[in-house]
Structure formats: structure tokens, C-alpha cells
């Protein structure tokens, strides 16, 4: 079970954080759940508070299922925060950005899927298109659950693209070997000490990556944005658990030092 935040657990950040990593989700974590993922914003004055983590802390990071362009646009940051979108197939450091060349061939299959969802899909069912994957959401028709897994199914069999479960839906992304664990690890390596703060499913590989620095070495800290929907492996899984998007944006003014 998750503890509650103290002081205590974040020294080893505070102590010397141009030797310390603070790597975040987006959705859920910096930015409450809504109906419209389109409509999706960042807590108030998250992304000033970025930055200033940035200036101070050798890696600040948003890893994120959204596509790179969607995090620059909602979060206007700093050059010096490093934006991984698609889980990491997109990535920006100092501004500048790439995408995973193997998973670029897939580009074609994703599109083709998204149009027939958008022909398939039943009332209230929503597809959102990211580029190198697509996102079928259900939560304005919770009934179509049943629809949304097979259908996703089906594509996932007929393409080769792999199936990611999220929040009240499923994302079809290419069969590369990128997660947030890998994503994770390749950030926080080298650090002595590394945070990720998640709220869903997909953030599991990215708590078995700090598992894995913990093992180099490194001090970890696994935070979990609990809600009525956080999955319970997720939640037995952290260390800590912080109230909403809310208090993982408190949780960051505190390693910034703030009040």
C-alpha cells in the first residue's frame, strides 16, 4: 500500500538534484481526466514549475502516451524539459525533435486503422489520432466497452500493431521495442536518485524501470496519482500516493523547494 508523502522520502532529491532525475505522466497525473482528450490542461502554473525543477535538476521529463506535439502545445515548456510523446517514440532534449525510425514504418497502418475506426466506431465512441498509434476511447459510451476490445482486437490481429489498454480505452501503437519502462530507464540512468509519477496502466513498465535502477543503485521513488479509476497493481505498486493531478503538481513544488 501507498504511503503517505513526507519530507523524509524526497530528501534524497533535495540533497543534490543536479544528481537526481523527476520524470512525470501527462494525463491524470499533470492534467485531470476529461470527457474530450482534446480538452486535456495542465494543472495551473505546471508548466512554470518545470521549468524552474528544470534549472535546478539534472533531468526533468514528461512521458506521456500523447503525442510530442500535443505536450509542446499544452505545456509550452522550456527547452531544457525533455518532452517523450507515443510512450517514447518521440522525444524532444533542448527543443529539438525525433522519432523512432522503426516505428515511422508503421505510420501508414496506424492512419488506415484510425479511418475505419472512424467508420466503425458507435455513437459516442471517439478515435484519436497521434500519429505512430491511435486511441479508441469509450468513456462518453461506456456500454461500448465490449465493442472497443474486440474491434481493437480484431485490428491489432489483422495489422501487427500491438494493444495497449488505458483509461476506458485501447490504443493500437507499432510493435517496437519502446515503452515507459524503456523510456524510464534510458532517462534515469545514471542518476542516484529517480521519481516517476503515474496514474494508469501504462505506467506499470515505468515503476519496473525504476525497480530496475534501484537494483544499479539508485535511490527510487514510485508515485502513484490515486483516483477511482487507478489500477490497484498500480497503487500497491508505488511507494507514495498524492490526491489527484493536484497533489502531483504539490508533490513537485516540494522538490522544487517551494512551500
Known amino acids: 500500500m501507498a504511503l503517505v508523502l513526507s519530507e523524509e522520502l524526497l530528501r534524497p532529491f533535495r540533497d543534490d538534484p543536479r544528481r537526481a532525475a523527476v520524470l512525470t ?7 485531470p481526466i476529461v470527457e474530450d482528450p ?40 522550456g527547452p531544457k524539459v525533455r518532452l517523450r510523446g507515443i510512450y517514447g517514440l518521440e522525444s524532444s532534449r533542448e527543443g529539438e525533435p525525433t522519432e523512432d ?22 455513437p459516442g465512441v471517439s478515435v484519436e489520432r497521434k500519429g505512430l498509434s491511435v486511441t479508441i476511447h469509450y468513456r462518453t459510451a461506456p456500454d461500448a466497452a465490449p465493442w472497443v476490445d474486440t474491434w481493437t482486437a480484431e485490428q491489432a ?37 529517480v521519481c516517476f509519477i503515474g496514474d494508469d496502466r501504462g505506467d506499470l513498465p515505468a515503476f519496473q524501470a525504476l525497480d530496475e535502477l534501484a537494483r544499479r543503485g539508485a535511490y527510487i521513488l514510485k508515485v502513484v496519482v490515486d483516483s477511482r479509476e487507478v489500477p490497484a497493481e498500480l497503487l500497491h505498486g508505488a511507494d507514495i500516493s498524492v490526491d489527484g493531478p493536484a497533489g502531483a503538481v504539490d508533490l513537485l513544488r516540494k522538490l522544487a523547494g517551494l512551500p
Open 25 to 31: 505522466d501527462f494525463d491524470g497525473t499533470l492534467a
Open 38 to 77: 482534446e480538452k486535456s490542461q495542465a494543472v495551473e502554473g505546471t508548466s512554470r514549475l518545470l521549468d524552474d525543477l528544470a534549472e535546478e535538476y539534472g533531468c526533468v521529463a514528461v512521458v506521456s502516451g500523447r503525442p510530442l506535439r500535443f505536450l509542446r502545445e499544452r505545456l509550452g515548456c
Open 101 to 122: 525510425s522503426e516505428a515511422e514504418q508503421w505510420r501508414d497502418a496506424v492512419a488506415a486503422v484510425a479511418s475505419r475506426g472512424d467508420t466503425d466506431a458507435p
Open 157 to 193: 490481429d489483422a495489422t501487427g500493431l500491438l494493444r495497449h489498454p488505458g483509461r476506458m480505452s485501447w490504443e493500437l501503437i507499432p510493435p517496437v521495442p519502446v515503452d515507459k519502462g524503456t523510456t524510464v530507464l534510458d532517462l534515469g540512468s545514471g542518476y542516484d536518485a
